[in-house]
């Protein structure tokens, strides 16, 4: 079964700093990994996804993810954290379970931006 | 465009009682699934409707039970609700044809529930 780990529950940047939030993933076919975030009382926005055309994937709002099979990793980054990123973030892998396609969400990592 | 939208935002029940909650895809989208996001977790996958058949279901127990109509909406229920059941449930669509490993779901912005 493929799953995804997140290290840190919880991490903490000034604003201006570096956001660096950990995902490793565990699988036995080549992953389809997602990066999505959550901000307060709302649903999960899609960040970027990793489709194999390239290691390193940009999405939204600045984050970038870089596709690392030696460490089975994929790890986000911002250079420089804002205040409106502040939320809660998550790590995904694809599968597909018989018929249907189905995510796996890792437990997340709550991300603080201090000014 | 539309995007998910689910019904209510939040419901406060008593434990015992029947919930219903009700999510519209995005248009275009003829697949629903459920997930149910317990406070400090990520989301778990619940089951999966398309063309108005239950096509897969994750580790829950046959309490949760759903529905997907001919507009391809769907609805969750949930019967005999025990604190446990206290979570955000959200609904993400898909389109069958074109949903690859690498297509992303789009979510709703979810129910809060809240048993007491």
């Known amino acids: 079964a493929q799953s995804v780990t997140q290290l840190g529950s919880h991490v903490s940047v000034s604003e201006g700093a570096l956001v660096l939030l950990r995902c490793n993933y565990s699988s036995s076919v080549p992953p389809y990994l997602f990066w999505y975030v959550q901000y307060p009382n709302q649903g999960l926005q899609l960040l970027l996804k990793?489709?194999?055309?390239?290691?390193l994937v940009k999405g939204i709002n600045g984050f970038e993810a870089e596709f690392k099979k030696s460490e089975t990793s994929f790890h986000l980054t911002k250079p420089s954290a804002h205040m409106s990123d502040a939320a809660e973030y998550f790590c995904?892998?694809?599968?597909?379970?018989?018929?249907?396609?189905?995510?796996?969400f890792g437990s997340g990592t709550q991300l603080t931006v201090l000014p | 465009d539309a995007g998910v939208t689910q019904s209510p935002t939040h419901l406060i029940k008593t434990r015992g009682q029947q919930v219903t909650l009700r999510c519209s895809p995005k248009s275009g989208h003829d697949t629903v699934s459920w997930y149910q996001q317990a406070l400090g977790q990520g989301p778990q996958f619940i089951f999966q409707y398309y063309e108005e058949e239950e096509r897969q279901r994750g580790n829950f127990p046959d309490r949760f039970s759903g529905h997907q109509f001919p507009n391809y909406s769907s609805e969750l229920n949930v019967n005999a609700l025990l604190l446990g059941d206290s979570a955000l449930y959200l609904c993400a669509s898909s389109s069958r044809q074109t949903s690859s490993y690498n297509s992303p779901l789009h979510f709703g912005n979810g129910t809060r529930l809240t048993v007491t």
């Open positions: 995904a892998v694809s599968a597909y379970s018989g018929s249907a396609r189905q995510l796996t």
């Open positions: 990793y489709t194999s055309a390239a290691t």
